[in-house]
């Protein structure tokens, strides 16, 4: 038998060696077949969950009339959207869906991308490149770093959320660079902190760098709804706003609002969008549908924050600037049982661990969702106390 195929071949035993290394530091990661149903709930191997780690912070992936706008576009248009968006794939969907999106973020233009990994790594090498500094927030999502690394420049990653030392960077390494991006989550996907965006903006323009957020998990539930620019009195808005369609919004897709002349290079330049197919038919109408109850709906945006500020005041935890809270753990071990725990009760939180987070911080994250009961809250708080107090002992 040739070496080159089979359970014996170098490439094998790479992988099995890799994933053996993975499951001695407890790193290892499986997929889990989960049927995720509405009102939060979840089902496992035929039990059933509440699940406190989905990113649906409104429920909308379950909502009737998001639904009701995805089928009604498949049955008109198809499921596919045949082409890049520059061939034939610009469906007259993505313009509505593109305008709303403008309009939400206070930018003159907009561009749908198919995610937002996708957006990120095809607008951050668009803008800068071998000679330019592309300083990252070192808590900022995988995305980000792997869109920095595509530019072939100076990439470096400052502390998190600290200014000074943005600031100190920018002094030892903008000279040297032509153009500097400065990139960060607007809310960190993994602590559910802000970053501090009006100082972010003063240090940008002080030093002739543009500014760009990543706001996932910011539209839909900070801002009144607008996201992480709107959590700030006055605005503060970054040169760049990315997001993307995924979470609060419930479907798929990712999306980046700036100028007009910002999103007509991007058009041409961004490589994840000239030569990717554009998202489905369905996936824009469910996002359009979905938008209009997120800028209609003060109550349900306002939930997810009002639950996850109940469930810290019920364990002590820091009042929460977003839905995500985090459970810090540490070891990696510690956060897989205590997560095992909380599904043998029926709640669904899964442990993160590192590279996702820094070693030493393995955590539960709980993410609030509007589909949530008060007394799920109330159940999920005890359970995560007792996890505290444990971990302490
Ligand atoms: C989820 C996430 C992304 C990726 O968005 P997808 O649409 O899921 O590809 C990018 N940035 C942040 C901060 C995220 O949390």
Known sequence: MSNRQGPQSSLDRFCAGKLADMEARFLRRTLQETERQPIGKASRNGSPYISFSCNDYLGLS?????IEAAVDAAKKYGVGSGASRLVTGNHPLFRDLEQKLAAIKGTEDCLVFGSGYLANTGLIPALA??????????LAHACINTGAQLTRGTVVRFRNNDVTDLEAHLCRQREKAEKCLIVTDGVFSMDGTLAPLPELRAVADRHDA???TDD????????GGRGSAFAFDPPSKADIQMGTLSKAVGGYGGYVCATRTVCEFLRNRARSFVFSTGLSPMAVAAASAALDIIMTDRDLVERPLNLARMFCRLTGLPEPCSPIVPVIIGENEAALQASERLAAAGYLVTAIRPPTVPVGTARLRVAFSASHLERDVEMLARLVHRELKGSCA
């Not at 996932?216 to 801002?223: D, L, Q, S």
């Open 129 to 138: 490149g071998s000679r330019d500094l592309v300083l990252v927030d070192e």
């Open 62 to 66: 379950h909502h009737p009339k998001v």
């Open 216 to 223: 996932a998990h910011g539209i839909g539930t900070i801002g």
């Open 210 to 212: 543009w500014l760009i």
